[in-house]
């Protein structure tokens, strides 16, 4: 089917973004960059009382529509999530969200957002980031 | 009364010779409008590969066994065909490589390490390929020498009236440029830039991967001092290219890779070099990738290279008037008199990415990126642009089927 990777759940998201937006109230927030397309991803997560539930997360970004969707798609997954869990969740779980058939140049697109999210959380809980996943290491991170 | 045929080719005919098109990309007729990426190989090219493993194959120049002896027929006349397809004045002058970029490695380190220093200025282009940039950036800043890039007109073209403000700043020694460029198709003029570097005693190295497959190259009239090309981007096999260069130059030329082969004699205490070009082809050979490559002239001369120059014209006079009805649609680059067959173009609002996708459900192969160009990107203000490109089995429907599909884009995307 012609329309596999453009669905429509995909192109909503692309252009309905969920928690698009700046957070001002920031505990955590990290940049990402893929200088081979030019797809950019900000992330700003917020926490609960607690220090750890993830109580409001947001990004911002421009790029092809599969980085941003997904990242939309992510915006929706990790709400009301500890910080350790989101840390720990496997690049399949979004990828299964996003359910489309994703060559290894569109995984990079799609990945971005999980990317910087995990960069981000790294930086202000100290949580793991992941020993590899898709062309990490071609992205600028701020 | 003479009458001058234009030279004519027949797309249609000759897309019989090229296997891959028999296929369908997603039930659709496969569109490649990629060619500058890489071109697609005739069956006349594939045939002579495997004839060749099947029948004359040896490792090349040692040997006294017959094998041998015909291997090394099939190489060096591939090497004779490639002086002949750029006119260079001598076989011994045509030095076998991986391909362009390892071409422009070759000059850049072995020309420039040793002649290179502080005073002196490496002058490039905005327009080039990151094989014709990179390499001597590199080689400036380990010298010492001043790096510099001449700039572009708005329309996408030399801005040749830059070049005396650097000639002032330093003495050019190097002045390094695309015969044609990749990203926007600008065909330089490199008679002109060859005198001009001659006249301030500057080397002239001319990146010619995406001019030599579409357009008769003729090195002595270019007036160059170094020239390289691929064969895979002209129906030949990836891994073999070659660089062409002055012989008094490259027989002064330090070596650039080193072992077997490109010796003279070998002692513990002093190794001398062979002779040219072998002092620059160490190790094995592509062997039978250079016979391919010597097919691959065949096969593009039995065309006629003024035939494919003549025929990527008229496609692009016709693509850019089709382009230019589709609202929302930036062009870059010359005016089509200026240019070769390739165009780069975004699509307001809409990611190159997704652009490129959308156009391969349709069966349309269009790349999406930066094109080894990133500082081109930059002047024009975008981080990747969609290219289309033509070669000689190129259709018009298939500039058609683009331009369908780019509607295709909108609808989907917006």
Not at chain 1, 56 to 63: A, P
Not at chain 2, 49 to 66: A, C, D, I, Q, W
Not at chain 2, 119 to 136: A, I, M, Q, R, Y
Not at chain 2, 392 to 404: A, H, K, N, Q, W
Request: charged share 25%; with cysteine; glycine share 10%.
């Amino acid at each position: 089917m012609s329309d596999d990777l453009y669905r429509e759940v995909i192109l909503d998201h692309y252009k309905n973004p969920r928690g698009y937006g700046p957070l001002e109230e920031a505990d955590a927030r990290a940049e990402g960059m893929n200088p081979l397309c030019g797809d950019e991803v900000t992330i700003a997560v917020a926490f609960d009382g607690d220090g750890d539930t993830i109580s409001d997360v947001r990004f911002e970004g421009r790029g092809c529509a599969i980085s941003q969707a997904a990242t939309s798609m992510l915006m929706e997954m990790v709400e009301g999530r500890s910080a350790d869990e989101v840390a720990a969740m496997p690049k399949e779980e979004l990828l299964e969200e996003v359910a489309i058939p994703l060559t290894p140049v569109r995984l990079k697109c799609a990945l971005l957002g999980l990317g910087v999210l995990k960069v981000a959380l790294h930086r202000a809980k100290g949580t793991p980031l992941p020993a590899e996943w898709a062309g990490a290491d071609e992205i600028d991170f701020k | 009364m003479a009458v001058t045929a234009r030279p004519k080719l027949d797309p249609r005919k000759l897309r019989a010779d090229f296997p891959i098109f028999e296929q369908t990309v997603n039930g659709k007729p496969l569109s490649y409008l990629d060619s500058a990426v890489t071109a697609q190989k005739p069956r006349q090219v594939l045939d002579a590969l495997r004839t060749f493993y099947e029948t004359s194959y040896g490792n090349v120049h040692r040997g006294v066994y017959y094998l041998s002896e015909r291997a090394t027929e099939g190489y060096e006349g591939a090497r004779e065909k490639v002086r002949g397809f750029i006119n260079a004045p001598a076989t011994r002058e045509v030095v076998f490589t991986r391909g362009t970029t390892e071409g422009l490695n070759l000059v850049a380190y072995a020309w420039g390490l040793t002649n290179l220093g502080p005073g002196d200025l490496v002058l490039v282009t905005e327009l080039e390929h990151h094989s014709n940039f990179v390499p001597w950036q590199y080689v400036a800043a380990r010298t010492g020498a001043g790096f510099r890039m001449l700039r572009l007109t708005d329309g996408g073209e030399l801005d040749l009236s830059g070049l005396d403000a650097i000639a002032g700043e330093g003495s050019v020694k190097v002045v390094a440029t695309n015969l044609v460029s990749n990203s926007l198709g600008t065909v330089n003029p490199i008679e002109r830039l060859s005198a001009w570097a001659h006249e301030h005693g500057a080397i002239m190295v001319v990146d010619a991967a995406q001019a030599a497959p579409h357009r008769a190259i003729d090195v002595q009239a270019l007036g160059c001092d170094f020239l390289a090309f691929s064969a895979h981007k002209m129906c030949g096999p990836t891994s073999v290219g070659a660089v062409w260069g002055h012989g008094a130059l490259l027989e002064a030329m330090e070596p650039f890779n080193l072992g077997g082969h490109m010796i003279r004699r070998v002692t513990f205490e002093k190794t001398t070099w062979g002779e040219l070009p072998h002092k620059f082809e160490a190790g094995t050979a592509p062997i039978a990738e250079a016979v391919g490559l010597g097919a691959a002239i065949d096969y593009v001369e039995d065309v006629g290279l003024e035939a494919i120059e003549a025929h990527e014209h008229e496609l692009l006079t016709y693509a850019l008037e089709r382009l230019s009805d589709l609202p929302g649609l930036v062009l870059y680059g010359p005016p089509p008199e200026r240019r070769a067959g390739i165009i780069s173009f975004n699509v307001e609002g809409i990611h190159p990415h997704d652009v490129a996708q959308v156009l391969d459900m349709e069966g349309v192969a269009i790349r999406a990126g930066h094109h080894c160009c990133q500082p081109l990107m930059d002047r024009l203000g975008v981080v990747a642009t969609n290219r289309a490109s033509f070669y000689l089995y190129t259709l018009p429907e298939e500039i058609d089927r683009l331009v369908d599909g780019l509607h295709r884009v909108r609808k989907i995307l917006g």
